[in-house]
């Protein structure tokens, strides 16, 4: 299962609308706008916002965290396979 990282802190579990995969859009409405992908190790992504230094988005420290480097605006994080 997927799961959604607010600059928060708040986790929340997802799944895709159709089952399998996430949609485009699916994935711009969790970081608000364009996305961008970090590979994550065992087979995990975290989708971010592609502008959101640029849009000064909250730093979010879970994400931060998890990728090892700093990380701004909410996330999703989910296997490639969810990702086509």
Not at 4 to 32: H, M, R, W, Y
Request: aromatic share 8%.
């Amino acid at each position: 299962m997927a799961k959604i990282i607010k600059t928060d802190g708040t986790k929340i579990e997802v799944a895709p609308a159709n089952g399998s995969d996430f949609s485009l859009e699916e994935l711009q409405k969790v970081v608000g706008g364009y996305i961008e992908i970090v590979y994550l190790s065992e087979g995990r992504l975290m989708v971010v916002n592609e502008e959101g230094w640029l849009n000064n988005l909250p730093y979010n420290p879970s994400a931060s965290e998890i990728y090892g480097h700093p990380i701004v605006g909410d996330v999703l994080i989910c296997e490639r396979k969810q990702i086509k």
